[in-house]
């Protein structure tokens, strides 16, 4: 089975509707479907769901970053030193903290850089991607609400193959719906989906402005991605939109999903074919 | 006048730093001053690169608050510190590396807002520059200010008849320029008198 994004929403019908899930190889998973799958879990663990928590840790048996992403999101912890400046990861996963964490950001944005420089982006693109995931991981801080213990829950992901790249960010937070009605101009929205093509086309934010405002956040993933093959995936609360960039202008679609927390994001980006980079079990 | 200098940081990105590189600065900014607004420049001499929403979250942020402040807007309740709130001042940037100086540009012209940049400055006059290109006829009537000031809507209308436009629009020129935050206005018996923010403008638009 390959875990991607749409396989989570697939699984979580069947947990809905009790029927029994196929069975399960765990061939290879991808960054989307890894960060939909810690979001999941938070959501499950809530509920209660037995048969839920099993399957994620059937998965989290065979890759240990399942729990990892786990880990960071739900308590901060990184599993992974931050490596000598000379090396260059091919994926690494990392806790969106709040404050206190921004210089390691930084580090871990410019590994990403050369991460993708190393399997044949150009520097301008990969500059472009890079800046784009960092706006993506700054979102959660700024837009998906504080705990009790006044930290945010999210987690970001890179992961670079030949020719390809994936990110992912994904918070157990308010949601984007939640977070734009904050904004007067925005208290007619009434759907996730709504929420989310206003925010990653229009440009919508919970803060006010006076007069219009320069694009950053969404329009900067959009920018950073002309021309290029890619696929992106935004998922909020019952909301999906997705936008294909096979070909240009890119496509959006929107779709009812199963309800989730948060927001969760994927983007991935392949010179030469449609394949999305995943992990695998080695 | 305030100087305000960023920590030094090779590459400053992102609304989160913005906001923390600009937090220990608020407790001099005050709401209002009964002497008018403070010019407050940022000074970004070491800071070798930005991104849009870095400039967003710091530069974009007080240019919000001072056009609410102008704009006679009220403080909104709100649990968010980082909502725009009234600040009577006048923000400015200076010591702009290549790489920040692009990245401004870009944002002001998706902004469509005008920047003023300090080239000089002691605590009694600055010399500046305005990025980004006015509409025309706001470029011109700064420039009249820059030769006149401080003076009326009724003074401009009399000096240049060339313009051919009626008083009420001298009026809103001015208004405008208050509302970017390029002018001061000082209320005189029954009339605004209204001067630049700089003493000195680097590029002259209008001889």
């Not at chain 2, 909502?83 to 920040?100: C, E, G, Q």
């Not at chain 2, 100086?101 to 520059?129: F, H, M, N, Q, V």
């Amino acid at each position: 089975m390959i875990l991607n994004s749409r396989a989570i929403d697939d699984i979580q019908k069947l947990f809905d509707s009790g029927k029994a899930l196929p069975e399960v190889s765990f061939e290879s998973l991808t960054l989307g479907g890894l960060l939909e799958l810690t979001s999941s879990y938070a959501e499950w663990s809530r509920v209660g769901n037995t048969r839920a928590v099993e399957f994620w840790a059937a998965w989290a048996r065979v890759f240990p970053c399942v729990n990892d992403a786990w880990k960071a999101m739900s308590n901060g912890h990184n599993s992974y030193e931050d490596p000598h400046l000379s090396i260059v990861p091919r994926f690494e996963l990392r806790s969106i903290q709040g404050r206190d964490d921004l210089l390691k950001w930084t580090l871990f944005e410019e590994r990403f850089q050369r991460a993708l420089v190393s399997v044949g982006f150009d520097r301008e693109t990969a500059y472009g991607f890079a800046g784009a995931f960092q706006e993506m991981a700054d979102n959660v801080v700024q837009h998906s609400g504080y705990d009790s213990n006044g930290r945010v829950k999210g987690v970001a992901a890179y992961l670079v193959g030949p020719g390809m790249m994936s990110y992912a960010v994904a918070d157990v937070g308010r949601g984007v719906l939640a977070s734009l009605i904050e904004n007067p101009n925005w208290r007619n929205l009434s759907t996730s989906s709504e929420a989310l093509t206003e925010a990653v086309l229009n440009q919508a934010s919970r803060r006010e402005r006076i007069g219009d405002d320069a694009p950053c956040g969404f329009p900067r993933v959009l920018e950073s991605l002309t021309n290029m093959r890619c696929q992106l995936r935004f998922r909020s609360g019952d909301g999906l939109l997705a936008l294909d960039g096979r070909t240009w202008p890119l496509r959006p679609a929107t779709k009812l999903v199963p309800e989730r927390p948060g927001l969760q994001l994927s983007v991935f980006c392949n010179l030469h074919s449609d394949e999305e980079p995943a992990l695998t079990e080695n | 006048m305030k100087l305000l200098r960023f920590p030094p940081t090779t590459r400053a990105t992102g609304a989160t730093l913005g906001q923390e590189h600009l937090r220990g600065f608020l407790p001099q900014l005050s709401a209002s001053d009964p002497k008018g607004p403070e010019r407050v420049i940022l000074d970004f001499a070491d800071i070798e690169e930005i991104n849009g929403s870095y400039f967003r979250a710091t530069y974009g942020w007080l240019y919000d608050c001072s056009q609410r402040a102008a704009l006679g807007l009220d403080a909104e309740p709100s649990s968010d510190p980082w909502r725009a709130r009234p600040l009577d001042l006048i923000p400015m940037v200076m010591n702009l590396s290549p790489a920040v100086r692009t990245e401004i540009g870009l944002y002001l012209e998706k902004r469509e807002a005008p920047c003023i940049e300090a080239i000089e400055w002691t605590e009694d006059s600055i010399s500046a520059e305005v990025l980004n290109r006015l509409e025309p006829s706001l470029e011109r009537t700064l420039g009249y200010l820059m030769a006149h000031a401080p003076t009326t809507a009724g003074e401009l209308l009399e000096n240049y008849p060339d313009e051919r436009v009626i008083l009420t629009a001298w009026n809103n020129r001015l208004a405008e320029l208050y509302r970017l935050r390029l002018v001061f206005r000082e209320k005189q018996g029954r009339s605004w008198f209204y001067r630049p923010v700089f003493e000195k403008l680097m590029t002259n638009v209008v001889e």
